[in-house]
């Protein structure tokens, strides 16, 4: 049975749902049906898929993190952090994670992209700016729209026209959203020139540190490490547990009164479940070895600075290797072809990059060692050659 719409569209009444089959094959006529990749413990796929940076995950030390913290605290927080979600474990990564970054305070919420809404939104609202660009990952681009502030997009990389957003604006309050290494690709993004537009024109500034922490900067700090902007007052930090920490979460650095702010007012924390006692455990094992061993990122970088030369790209500024293809269809093929060899890499489409941007995406490791990696390569190499893109 169907109702006639005002528009002149029929609309059925057995069924209101009936139009997902509709997208679902739209979406796979696109090349942009997408089916999780599902991974069994004892798997001997070489993995450059995932974001484990330094190999931590598995890292015995960082288990054993998880294992006390299970014993001690349990399988669950059980509770909003504002209730009884919060156990001293949370309070002393908070602090270690702060002082290993150069930040008064730290406060640790349940994922990366929870941080990154929870604080825009908390900074910025009705009648304020957010200057963004197209590089920045879809938790920062969430967190802009929720904030119903109004937001400017610039290019990215473009820094004169975020200084010119920021000068022609009506709006008192201002903050500009920024990955400091983009997702995609692994490039870092020009933040000394960001931060200097952001200062000159009175409007804070927000980093997302994700794909920096435990690849750039001294000892793995990050980016804004790396360029002495560490506890700038009007600097915020996000990063994530969930990367090179090999854990769960994410985390929010700032000043003591920002992290007093977003407990009153981050509705992503207050309103959530408290970070997983065993993934803070994890974290702060992994935190714990990151400090130990500064030269872990090092190894990390020698890594992508072998494999990008071995598949023929450019050098990567971080840990990201990004071969564009093209189109979805030959950039899944490909990516299939490397699965079927045994090596499991990222494959991004639309709408996680722009179209006729699809490509292969290699997240290198630092436990990986030379004959894996030119294995992989040889595998890459190959995939690429099969669907034509090479
Ligand atoms: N920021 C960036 C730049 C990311 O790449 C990601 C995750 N891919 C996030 C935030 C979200 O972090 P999480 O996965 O811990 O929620």
């Keep these: 049975m169907t109702l006639l719409h005002p528009s002149g569209t029929d609309i059925r009444v057995d069924d209101a749902l009936s139009w997902l089959d509709d997208d679902a094959a739209r979406r796979d006529a696109a090349g942009l049906h997408r089916v999780p990749v599902v991974r069994q413990s004892d798997s001997p796929m070489i993995n450059l898929a995932s974001n484990d940076y330094l190999g931590l995950s598995t890292h015995p030390a960082v288990v054993a993190g998880a294992h006390a913290a299970l014993d001690d605290w349990g399988a669950g927080s059980t509770a909003s952090r504002l209730v009884v979600g919060t156990t001293a474990l949370h309070i002393d990564f908070e602090h270690e994670i702060a002082d290993f970054l150069g930040f008064p305070a730290a406060l640790a919420f349940s994922s990366g992209y929870l941080a990154n809404v929870g604080a825009i939104t908390a900074l910025v609202g009705r009648g304020d700016l957010i200057v963004s660009d197209t590089g920045t990952h879809a938790s920062l681009i969430d967190g802009c729209r929720l904030s119903r502030a109004r937001v400017v997009v610039v290019e990215r990389g473009d820094h004169a026209a975020v200084a010119e957003a920021l000068a022609q604006r009506t709006e008192e309050r201002a903050l500009v959203v920024t990955d400091s290494v983009y997702s995609i690709d692994g490039e870092p993004a020009p933040i000394a020139e960001l931060y ?52 769960q979460g994410g985390v929010v650095l700032g000043s003591d009164l920002l992290r007093s702010h977003l407990i009153d007012r981050a509705r992503t924390f207050i309103f959530d479940t408290g970070l997983n006692p ?71 489409r639309p709408p996680s990059v722009p179209a006729g941007t699809s490509r292969l995406r290699l997240t290198v490791r630092a436990d990986l060692d030379v004959d894996t990696l030119d294995h992989v390569a040889g595998v890459v190499d190959d995939a690429l050659r099969q669907v034509g893109a090479r």
């Design 196 to 247: 200097s537009a952001a200062r000159n024109h009175g409007a804070a500034m927000l980093v997302d540190e994700a794909h920096a922490l435990g690849v750039r900067g001294p000892g793995g700090r990050g980016l804004v490490a790396e360029l002495g902007l560490s506890g700038a007052p009007d600097l915020v930090v996000t990063t994530v547990m969930s990367k090179s920490l090999g854990a």
């Design 278 to 348: 065993a993934a803070v455990g994890a974290a702060r094992a992994a935190l714990s070895l990151l400090r130990d061993d500064p030269q872990m990122p090092d190894r990390l970088r020698a890594n992508a600075t072998h494999l990008a030369a071995t598949c023929g790209v450019p050098v990567p500024a971080a840990a990201v290797i990004s071969i564009v293809i093209g189109d979805p269809q030959p950039a899944v093929a490909a990516a299939a072809a490397c699965r079927d060899r045994g090596v499991l890499v990222g494959c991004f």
